[in-house]
């Protein structure tokens, strides 16, 4: 039986997301299987029941529960099952490793990458981002690898800032991004040869 896109787009998803870790230059605190405290603050989702959300939250999480946390907060909010299939997959992680408006930026940058009328930078997945990307549909892997070049050069620039003046310092992450999103290039290059064959224009 095929994988759904969106299982695809766990898959790899979930490879990178580990277990429990609480870096102390990690804005987002202690992280379980990809899913961060603050993020479950700024969602207002209590794991575990007991009216807090704190590191027990994040120590309650199991790869299961993570999973469909992120698709109904990442895949289902953006909308993802809308979008070409790699180019859903790419927003998908992008979403889950730097912020869903991020991960929209990405993609919109990506499209500005082939001329036309300019998008707005945004971060919003609206009508005219839908509609540029929907008329790309023929360059759906070509958009793809696009988006993370755009990602792989926001994280460039986070470690070339780094410290921030509020002691952020992202220059101990960025080897393990560029990482993944090397690997990301070559999981699709895999998929184009298997599930997801859709040979471009």
Avoid at 132 to 144: C, K, Q, T
Avoid at 176 to 189: H, I, V
Wanted: with cysteine; charged share 25%; hydrophobic share 40%.
């Amino acid at each position: 039986m095929q994988k759904s896109v969106f299982t695809l787009a766990h898959d790899f998803t979930a490879k990178w997301e580990g277990g429990y870790v609480n870096h102390p230059n990690d804005p987002g605190g202690a992280t379980n299987y990809g899913v961060s405290l603050r993020w479950l603050k700024d969602e207002g989702i209590d794991t575990n029941g007991d009216g807090r959300i704190d590191v027990a939250d994040i120590r309650a999480l199991t790869p299961e529960l993570a999973a469909r946390l992120f698709k109904k907060h990442f895949w289902d909010t953006l909308k993802l099952d809308t979008l070409p299939s790699f180019v859903g997959i790419v927003a998908y992680d992008a979403a889950v490793n730097t912020g869903r408006g991020q991960a929209i930026r990405f993609l919109q940058r990506a499209c500005n990458s082939f001329g036309g009328d300019r998008l707005p930078d945004d971060g919003v997945l609206g009508p005219k981002t839908l509609a540029r990307v929907i008329g790309l549909v023929s360059m759906n892997f070509s958009l793809a690898m696009r988006c993370i070049e755009q990602r792989e050069a926001f994280h460039k620039q986070l470690a070339a800032n780094s410290p921030y003046p509020d002691g952020r310092d992202y220059r101990a992450f960025v080897a393990g991004w560029l990482n993944r999103t090397r690997d990301l290039k070559a999981y699709l290059a895999r998929l184009a040869d298997t599930e997801l064959a859709f040979p471009e224009a």
